[in-house]
């Protein structure tokens, strides 16, 4: 069964520091990965995805993860982080070999950041 | 991509009553999905919602208690039945795996 593990509950960073978010899943097949954040009393917003090709995916806001599949990892980074950056980051993997099918979470990092 | 609206986008309700929640995409999808959201939790997935059939649910959800509606492509409902606290939660719609609603924050007394 699919599932997706983010180690770290909680990360906090001085504003203009680097970011790595961690995730790690469970698939047999070729996943197809997510990442969205979540600010206080928000939707979900996609920050980027991987479905196959370039294993380095760019995304908005400056972020980018890159699909490992040795490691059934596809951690989440950014160069320098800002203080807007503050928020809920989910991983998440899509189910059933489709691109439109239903998705497994983490369990969530929340991200503290420093001024 | 898709847009998608839901309505209501925050209620407070009594235990014992009943909440349907719309959700709206600007354009036609295959796949659409409800997700539930306790409080300081991720994302559980309720049902996928079949256009013109019973929707699909996952292991603890059940149709009397989440009854869902999908008349056609770009529209679908939830209902959250005999509301208890332990409902309260932010429900949120999906639409083709990576598009999201706002989600419906739900608070039952």
């Known amino acids: 069964a699919q599932s997706v593990t983010q180690p770290d509950i909680h990360i906090t960073v001085s504003e203009g520091a680097s970011l790595e978010l961690r995730c790690n899943y469970s698939?047999?097949?070729?996943?197809?990965l997510f990442w969205y954040v979540q600010s206080p009393g928000q939707g979900l917003q996609l920050l980027l995805k991987?479905?196959?090709?370039?294993?380095l995916v760019q995304g908005i806001k400056g972020f980018e993860a890159e699909f490992k599949r040795s490691q059934s990892s596809f951690n989440l980074r950014k160069p320098s982080v800002h203080w807007s950056d503050a928020a809920e980051y989910f991983c998440?993997?899509?189910?059933?070999?489709?691109?439109?099918?239903?998705?497994?979470f983490g369990r969530g990092t929340q991200l503290t950041v420093w001024p | 991509s898709a847009v998608i609206s839901q309505k209501p986008s925050r209620d407070i309700c009594q235990r014992g009553t009943s909440l349907t929640i719309q959700c709206q995409v600007d354009?036609?999808?295959?796949?659409m999905f409800w997700y539930r959201q306790q409080p300081g939790q991720s994302l559980t997935l309720i049902a996928t919602?079949?256009?013109?059939?019973?929707?699909?649910?996952e292991s603890g959800f059940v149709i009397d208690k989440f009854p869902i509606s999908r008349p056609n492509l770009t529209f679908s409902t939830l209902t959250v039945s005999n509301m208890s606290p332990e409902d309260s939660s932010i429900y949120l719609c999906?639409?083709?795996?990576?598009?999201f609603g706002p989600g419906t924050r739900l608070t039952v007394l």
């Open positions: 999906s639409a083709d795996t990576q598009y």
């Open positions: 698939y047999g097949a070729t996943p197809y």
């Open positions: 991987y479905f196959s090709g370039d294993t």
């Open positions: 998440a993997v899509g189910a059933g070999g489709s691109t439109l099918g239903r998705l497994y």
């Open positions: 354009s036609q999808v295959t796949m």
């Open positions: 919602a079949n256009q013109g059939s019973e929707a699909t649910y």
